[in-house]
């Protein structure tokens, strides 16, 4: 099947930087849209950031500016630096693909999503 791993969360002061990324992998044909989200405790998992397999982007408000969201088709990973940190970015960031993939000799699409990585940005 396929996995997508999430690396980079880490405590942070605001103002600080930090860069986060997602790895695809498994019997993979293509990947489309790939993204990330972001749910803070109590809070309901929100949109930060898209981007296409042709690197169109876009971006939640409260991130313009201070976020910046890329891929490297070649190693089927995203990613997705973070300057400027404030305490209102501390979340669980996931990261999800719409991709297509080989289960046997079938061809089959799927949105998949990472286990999370958290971010804490101390005031």
């Given at each position: ?64 500016g201070r976020f910046t ?48 990585t958290q971010v804490t940005?101390?005031?």
């Open positions: 099947q396929v996995h997508l791993v999430e690396s980079g969360g880490g405590l942070v002061q605001a103002g600080g930087s930090l860069r986060l990324s997602c790895a695809a992998s498994g019997s993979i044909i293509s990947i489309n849209n790939m993204g990330w989200y972001r749910q803070a405790p109590g809070k309901q998992r929100e949109l930060v950031a898209t981007i296409t397999s042709g690197g169109s982007t876009n971006y939640v408000d409260s991130v313009k969201i890329s891929r490297d088709n070649a190693k089927n990973t995203v990613y997705l630096q973070m300057n400027n940190l404030k305490p209102e970015d501390t979340a669980i960031y996931y990261c999800n693909a719409d991709l297509f993939y080989y289960s046997g000799i079938d061809r089959r699409s799927t949105r998949n999503w990472g286990q999370g940005v101390s005031s």
